[in-house]
């Protein structure tokens, strides 16, 4: 067990929704990063958060947001949903921001878009 | 572009024997790398990474890791391999020079054989 909680494990909703996956880091990081996991592109860095605030951004689309709230959860909406969308959504938590220590990964949200 | 490469989808191997997990990227300046194993239905694991210093970079579960700059190439390494190696193997790069992303290899599904 990483300490990296993700909820929902699973999701299926449809085109054109949207949705909110949450992610609780492990308790004493203060840095939140979200991966997507799908079989056409691999795995795509997303976005982090330091402590609150925006510290690197990746492949993340515009119908896509998250933030990390004071109490260091985070969670990534998905809005607009396209059946590409279908992924495994992977949150992952680090002690401090830049990048030298070890991220520890939840086991996933599986989004599915029908 | 950056870009990491892991050029073989998958490597087989006889338990007991050495394996090499490639990996090569094109990403400027002097960036963070890092490997990290997958097992089924499980989030990813941190094995080992480079930020600086000695070139070999020792790991978990016996893994290794050797940074070649002027090959720009960072291959897993392990003397012994295990039957419990078997996963998919990513190899990942974080771009330090401004964007701060991180960039992974499509990934190496790792087989040894008893």
């Known amino acids: 067990d990483s300490g990296v909680t993700q909820t929902p494990k699973h999701l299926i909703t449809a085109t054109g929704q949207r949705v909110t996956l949450r992610c609780s880091p492990r308790?004493?990081?203060?840095?939140v990063y979200w991966y997507q996991q799908s079989l056409d592109q691999g795995l795509q860095f997303l976005i982090q958060y330091y402590n609150g605030e925006e510290r690197a951004k990746g492949n993340i689309l515009e119908r896509f947001s998250a933030q990390q709230f004071p109490d260091l959860h985070s969670e990534l909406n998905l809005s607009s949903l396209e059946l590409g969308d279908s992924a495994l959504y992977f949150c992952a938590s680090s002690v401090d921001g830049g990048g030298k220590n070890i991220q520890y990964f939840g086991a996933g949200t599986r989004l599915s878009v029908l | 572009a950056q870009s990491v490469a892991q050029p073989e989808d998958q490597v087989n191997v006889a338990e007991g024997n050495p394996l090499t997990v490639k990996c090569t990227y094109s990403?400027?300046?002097?960036?963070?790398l890092f490997w990290y194993v997958q097992y089924p239905n499980r989030g990813l694991q941190f094995l080992l990474k480079y930020i600086t210093g000695d070139n070999l970079v020792k790991g978990s579960y016996g893994f290794e890791a050797e940074f070649n700059k002027s090959q720009t190439s960072f291959h897993l390494k392990k003397p012994s391999a295990l039957v419990s190696d078997s996963a998919l193997y990513f190899c990942?790069?974080?771009?330090?020079?401004?964007?701060?992303?991180?960039?992974f290899g499509t990934g190496t599904r790792l087989k040894v054989l008893a």
């Open positions: 308790s004493g990081d203060l840095s």
């Open positions: 990942a790069v974080r771009d330090m020079t401004g964007t701060y992303k991180y960039i």
């Open positions: 990403v400027s300046g002097n960036p963070y």
